[in-house]
């Protein structure tokens, strides 16, 4: 009984999506809760937010600017949470995006609104912009399908 | 019209034979001269109407040969029939033309015989080209004439006004010209616009080609006795001058620098972008206009990212206590089949409220409990109004009720997560899935 059979379309994004998610979904659950139980759930949230990410970028993989802007931020976040102190790490992951002021043009108020919203938007001209935003868009949506199903399997 | 082109061949052939007879040894100057003169005598017989059609079809046929679409010759003529008064005021001798009333109906007849007219052609292109290197005596002439050529006439200008000041002018009498023009449809005016966009950038290519024709118009000087060869000549010089615009791709009157069609190549894909995130993002077809649009793709991005966010959380706090069941919904959750139809979630959808309701008790519970900045509240309450804006399985008081008991005293919580236990081990009973083997089989 291969899962991979019964599957409507393995390659899809959102199979793949929801097999890397749920694979990361059960590791966190696996990891024991640390000490201090306040920070419990933040630290939860900030690792499934994580994982949807980077699940996402990497379902989508590294054709895509915005695919590859994500696991570029995550991974340069874990080497700094690793590497640096714990404030600049804080201050890194309440900041959107670290690269907000880079390559940025002054003028055009909603394109560059969407510039900063987009990850890896910063560097691309308009025309680029757009198509990314759309693929984004349409990736985002079966993320919030996904998460949404999962989410309700769980509460019900 | 027909029967009026014999003695039009004839003028022509006179006014050859003419300029030929006196031209030989002048200077280019007094050659003006006397074709102004020519021309005035010309004007004084009963010829003026043909002769207009004339001088005209030859400005037609030499524009031809520049701009090498003869789609365009039809605006091209109607332009420089318009032209007159400008000449009027340069050149005073052209004050004599009388003034086009029915532009079409001439425009066609001169495009008829501007087949028939190259040799005309050629010798106003020989005259004009000749007197663009003389003293600045003959430059106002100069100017008249080069304003003639199709170029849009604005009154007694120099060859080295300013071309941006040019170009506002000839979009301004293009305007008034679409105006009077009769039956034509709107997108004439954009073709109009690119029309004085294209002769801004002909300007100066037609300079350079001026070269050209006159060391051409050399090797006819030869040859100015057979008035037949002059058509030939005419048609290797607009041979000569093809291969500047073989490989542009454009419509009628638009632009052909390469600039410009990158342009218009750029603003085609952007056009074509937008339309498919219109289709995209909901709501987003009643707006026309781009700012807009990107308001509402921006909006709408936000809220996917922060109902992602708001997902997330409710995971986080989910899932520690639903260890033990996670393996089956990871089976479950493998199948699309499964997850695209849902039936016991579509079944359980409509008394969803209660759950829903502990569950989303649970959250704002473990949020506040855990102490968290009044950052970390927000983002559930932004999500949660989208996600009831959001036409997807959440029932209707499901923000109300969450807000009614969102201070609710956290002793519920036992009692919550116990009705919360029951639901899901009841629910993962009645999959009807083989959970176990399947997940271990998943695993290994």
């Given at each position: 009984?291969n ?10 994004i959102?199979?793949k ?8 979904l059960?590791?966190?659950n ?28 990497s ?5 895509r600017t915005?695919?590859r ?26 900041k959107r995006d670290?690269?907000?002021?880079y390559?940025?043009?002054v ?15 910063e560097a ?5 912009l757009?198509g ?14 996904v ?10 | ?43 004084q ?8 059609q ?8 030499q524009l031809?040969g520049?701009?090498?679409g003869?789609l365009?010759?039809?605006q091209?003529?109607?332009?420089s ?9 340069g050149?005073p ?16 007849t001169?495009f ?12 106003m ?6 007197t ?9 002439a ?9 170029k ?31 039956a ?6 954009k073709r109009?616009?690119?029309c004085?966009e294209?002769?801004d950038?002909?300007?100066t290519e037609?300079?350079s080609?001026?070269n050209?024709?006159s060391?051409?118009s050399?090797n006819?000087?030869?040859n100015?006795?057979?008035s037949g ?12 001058q093809k291969?500047d ?14 600039h ?6 750029r603003r085609?894909k952007?056009?074509e972008?937008?339309k498919?995130l ?13 700012a ?8 709408y991005?936000q809220s996917l990212?922060?109902?992602v ?16 069941n ?7 959750e493998?199948?699309p089949?499964c ?9 359980t ?6 759950p829903?309701?502990l569950?989303?008790n649970?959250?704002?519970q ?7 900045e ?10 949660l109004r ?5 036409p ?5 008081n ?25 639901v899901?081990?009841h629910?993962?009973?009645?999959t ?10 998943y695993?290994s």
């Amino acid at each position: 009984m291969n899962p991979q059979n019964l599957s409507l379309n393995p390659t899809s994004i959102r199979s793949k999506f929801t097999k890397t998610f749920l694979r990361a979904l059960t590791r966190i659950n696996n990891r024991r809760p640390p000490i201090s139980p306040s920070r419990e759930i933040y630290q939860r949230y900030r690792r499934v937010k994580i994982a949807a990410d980077a699940s996402m970028a990497s379902a989508v993989g590294s054709r895509r600017t915005w695919s590859r802007a994500i696991l570029w931020k995550i991974r340069n976040q874990r080497r700094y949470r690793a590497l640096v102190s714990r404030r600049i790490s804080t201050h890194a992951m309440t900041k959107r995006d670290p690269r907000e002021n880079y390559g940025r043009e002054v003028g055009h108020g909603s394109a560059d609104e969407l510039r900063r919203i987009v990850p890896g938007g910063e560097a691309m001209d308009f025309c680029s912009l757009l198509g990314e935003t759309a693929h984004y868009i349409k990736c985002l949506n079966t993320q919030v399908q996904v998460m949404r199903s999962i989410a309700d399997l769980y509460s019900t | 019209m027909n029967r009026a082109l014999p003695e039009m061949l004839h003028c022509l052939n006179t006014s050859v034979g003419n300029l030929a007879g006196n031209c030989t040894d002048l200077t280019v100057l007094d050659r003006q001269r006397t074709r102004i003169k020519w021309q005035q005598e010309q004007f004084q017989q009963q010829q003026q109407q043909q002769q207009q059609q004339n001088y005209f079809a030859s400005q037609g046929q030499q524009l031809q040969g520049l701009i090498n679409g003869d789609l365009r010759l039809d605006q091209v003529v109607t332009r420089s029939l318009k032209v007159d008064p400008g000449l009027e005021n340069g050149w005073p001798d052209y004050g004599k033309f009388p003034l086009p009333k029915t532009g079409f109906c001439e425009e066609s007849t001169g495009f008829e015989s501007a087949g028939y007219l190259n040799g005309s052609a050629f010798e106003m292109n020989y005259a004009i080209s000749r007197t663009a290197s003389c003293p600045p005596a003959v430059a106002e002439a100069v100017a008249a004439v080069a304003d003639g050529k199709g170029k849009e006439s604005i009154v007694t200008e120099k060859l080295s006004s300013a071309v941006g000041k040019e170009s506002f002018k000839k979009r301004k009498a293009d305007k008034a010209q679409n105006s009077k023009v009769v039956a034509e449809d709107d997108s004439r005016d954009k073709r109009i616009k690119g029309c004085a966009e294209e002769e801004d950038s002909k300007m100066t290519e037609q300079n350079s080609s001026k070269n050209n024709s006159s060391s051409n118009s050399k090797n006819n000087n030869n040859n100015r006795e057979n008035s037949g060869d002059t058509s030939k000549e005419n048609s290797k010089v607009s041979e000569v001058q093809k291969p500047d615009y073989i490989h542009v791709r454009a419509r009628r009157g638009q632009a052909t620098d390469s600039h410009s069609l990158a342009e218009r190549v750029r603003r085609e894909k952007i056009s074509e972008r937008m339309k498919y995130l219109q289709d995209l993002v909901p709501g987003c077809n009643k707006i026309t206009g781009k700012a807009g649009m990107l308001d509402e793709i921006i909006n709408y991005v936000q809220s996917l990212q922060r109902q992602v966010e708001f997902l997330s959380m409710k995971l986080a706090a989910v899932n520690p206590r639903l260890d033990f069941n996670i393996d089956n919904f990871f089976a479950k959750e493998v199948f699309p089949a499964c997850t695209a139809s849902f039936p016991t979630l579509g079944a359980t959808s409509s008394e969803m409220a209660n759950p829903a309701l502990l569950q989303l008790n649970q959250l704002q519970q473990v949020i506040s409990c855990c102490g968290l900045e009044m950052g970390m509240i927000n983002p559930p309450d932004m999500g949660l109004r989208r996600t009831t804006s959001a036409p997807v399985s959440f029932p209707e008081n499901f923000l109300d009720t969450s807000y009614f008991n969102q201070i609710q005293p956290s002793t519920t919580w036992d009692a919550d997560l116990q009705n919360l236990f029951g639901v899901d081990i009841h629910q993962g009973r009645s999959t009807p899935f083989p959970s176990q083997p399947f997940t271990d089989n998943y695993e290994s």
